[in-house]
């Protein structure tokens, strides 16, 4: 496999009120069923409980990350680059900056619902130590599809074999 190269002047930042139109362009153009604005704006109300992230290249939002840290383990909500700029390890930056802030607010585990068919996303998450651990049917809509639970059971180690120490 080879190396993707993530831009240079590529950024990972908090998610502030102000990058809210950005996602939601980039929600709409990934999702057939797409998050709200409200229900960002319920995720980032979730104070000691959800984390967000945003990819910015200068002012431009490019990918953005929702998580929730909760009881030990870290629950990825909702992960999306833009589809002009995947395939250039955004979704890798994001990944680590999420699950790094996770270990470090006490996650050891992590896990996340993605679409059977979304053979992209589940290889990015297979490089951090996800497998599949079930599958919860008919789960999604619009099309209606299965999901893959995919469980990471040691963050610390993830981390390290991406190349960060916790």
Do not use: K
């Not at 993707?4 to 069923?33: C, G, N, Q």
């Not at 395939?87 to 802030?101: H, K, S, V, Y």
Request: with cysteine.
């Amino acid at each position: 496999m080879s190396a993707r190269r993530v831009l240079p002047d590529l950024t990972i930042a908090p998610v502030r009120e102000e990058d809210l139109p950005a996602i939601l362009a980039i929600e709409t153009t990934s999702f057939s069923a797409p998050w709200t604005e409200e229900m960002f704006r319920w995720e980032l109300g979730q104070a000691g409980t959800s984390f967000a992230w945003v990819a910015r290249q200068g002012d431009r939002v490019l990918g953005y990350l929702f998580t929730w840290v909760v009881a030990g383990e870290c629950h990825i909500n909702n992960v999306a680059v833009a589809p002009t700029s995947r395939g250039q390890g955004i979704g890798d930056a994001l990944l680590r900056t999420g699950l790094t802030a996770a270990l470090a607010r006490g996650a050891r585990t992590a896990l996340l619902e993605v679409r059977a068919s979304n053979h992209a996303a589940q290889a990015l998450y297979a490089r951090w130590g996800f497998a599949v651990a079930g599958r919860r049917r008919r789960y999604y809509s619009h099309p209606t599809e299965d999901a893959l639970l995919m469980r990471c059971d040691d963050l610390a180690g993830a981390l390290m074999r991406r190349g960060r120490d916790p």
